[in-house]
Every structure is written in structure tokens, then in C-alpha cells.
């Protein structure tokens, strides 16, 4: 396992009024996709899910690899070269139940990702410079166009 100097936020492409609670789901979309078996029991590529409730759950230990940000090399010269492959452990990935193209995070969902991202950040000594989205990484929206990611970073404070 490596120490975590990264965090990436996504979004499940899924409409949390379609589907509140798709942790389930995704764990099983994912065993299919990979079956990549996380040491704690799951096949979810993300370390963290919530709900749209707020309900955080862990998937993968922080620091373990995971299967959420397959396109491993900096895009587009967003990110310096040297971050390299984000799935090896290096990064915490955050996925929140919902399609932020179309819809917004609900409030429980904001506070849930707050304190989880300021309990990380102190834990790992992550700075808030270190917060990415998956599109910062990828050809695609993730995690959604209603998200900005200066107002996701200063939710650390």
C-alpha cells in the first residue's frame, strides 16, 4: 500500500433519483466490469461512495489500488507528468451517487463530502491543491458539469 497525496472526485453517471443508494449496484457493475477484489471484500474501484443521503461507505483501503481513473497519464497538461498511474494507491477516490451533468448534489451529500475530505486531507497531510476531478484526467465530464472544482477544494478549508 502507498501513502495517499491524492484525492479525485467522481460522480456515478447515474441519477440518484433513479437510484438513491447505489452502492450495491455499483459494486456489482464493477465486479463484472474488472473483478478486482478490494481487501475489504468489494469489487468497487472507488476507495469511498455516498449516498444520496450522505451515507459514506469504504470499499477499498486508503492507499490500496483501485479501478476508477484507468486513464493514468496527466491529460491534456492539466496535471504535472510526474502524478502518473492514480490507481496504484497514490490517490483516494471519492465517487457521490448521482449525474451532476443533470442534477445537483443533494445538501447530505455536500456535508458527507466535506467532512470526508477534511478527515483525508489532515490524516494523509493532503493540501487541497491535490483534489482533482476524474475529467482532469479523462476525455469526460466526471463528476458532472454542476460540480466546480475550486468551490470542492475549499470545502477543505
Same mark, same amino acid.
Given at each position: 500500500?502507498?501513502?495517499?497525496?491524492?484525492?479525485?472526485?467522481?460522480?456515478?453517471?447515474?441519477?440518484?433519483?433513479?437510484?438513491?443508494?447505489?452502492?450495491?449496484?455499483?459494486?456489482?457493475?464493477?465486479?463484472?466490469?474488472?473483478?478486482?477484489?478490494?481487501?475489504?471484500?468489494?469489487?468497487?474501484?472507488?476507495?469511498?461512495?455516498?449516498?444520496?443521503?450522505? +451515507?459514506?461507505?469504504? %470499499?477499498?483501503?486508503? #492507499?490500496? !489500488?483501485?479501478?476508477?481513473? /484507468?486513464?493514468?497519464?496527466? @491529460?491534456?497538461?492539466?496535471?504535472?507528468?510526474?502524478?502518473?498511474?492514480?490507481?496504484?494507491?497514490?490517490?483516494?477516490?471519492?465517487?457521490?451517487?448521482?449525474?451532476?451533468?443533470?442534477?445537483?448534489?443533494?445538501?447530505?451529500?455536500?456535508?458527507?463530502?466535506?467532512?470526508? +475530505?477534511?478527515?483525508? %486531507?489532515?490524516?494523509? #497531510?493532503? !493540501?487541497?491543491?491535490?483534489? /482533482?476531478?476524474?475529467?482532469? @484526467?479523462?476525455?469526460?465530464?466526471?463528476?458532472?458539469?454542476?460540480?466546480?472544482?475550486?468551490?470542492?477544494?475549499?470545502?477543505?478549508?
Amino acid at each position: 500500500m502507498k501513502k495517499p497525496s491524492y484525492i479525485m472526485v467522481h460522480h456515478s453517471a447515474v441519477s440518484h433519483d433513479k437510484n438513491p443508494d447505489q452502492f450495491v449496484a455499483n459494486n456489482e457493475y464493477h465486479r463484472a466490469k474488472w473483478n478486482f477484489k478490494s481487501s475489504m471484500g468489494f469489487f468497487l474501484g472507488y476507495n469511498y461512495e455516498i449516498s444520496k443521503i450522505g +451515507l459514506v461507505r469504504q %470499499a477499498r483501503a486508503d #492507499g490500496e !489500488p483501485t479501478a476508477a481513473c /484507468y486513464q493514468s497519464l496527466a @491529460y491534456r497538461g492539466v496535471l504535472p507528468r510526474w502524478t502518473g498511474n492514480m490507481n496504484d494507491g497514490r490517490c483516494i477516490h471519492i465517487c457521490l451517487d448521482g449525474y451532476f451533468d443533470i442534477e445537483k448534489p443533494e445538501p447530505a451529500q455536500v456535508y458527507a463530502l466535506r467532512d470526508l +475530505l477534511r478527515k483525508l %486531507a489532515k490524516k494523509w #497531510g493532503i !493540501p487541497k491543491g491535490n483534489v /482533482y476531478f476524474h475529467r482532469n @484526467y479523462a476525455p469526460k465530464t466526471c463528476p458532472g458539469k454542476n460540480l466546480d472544482l475550486n468551490w470542492v477544494r475549499n470545502l477543505i478549508v
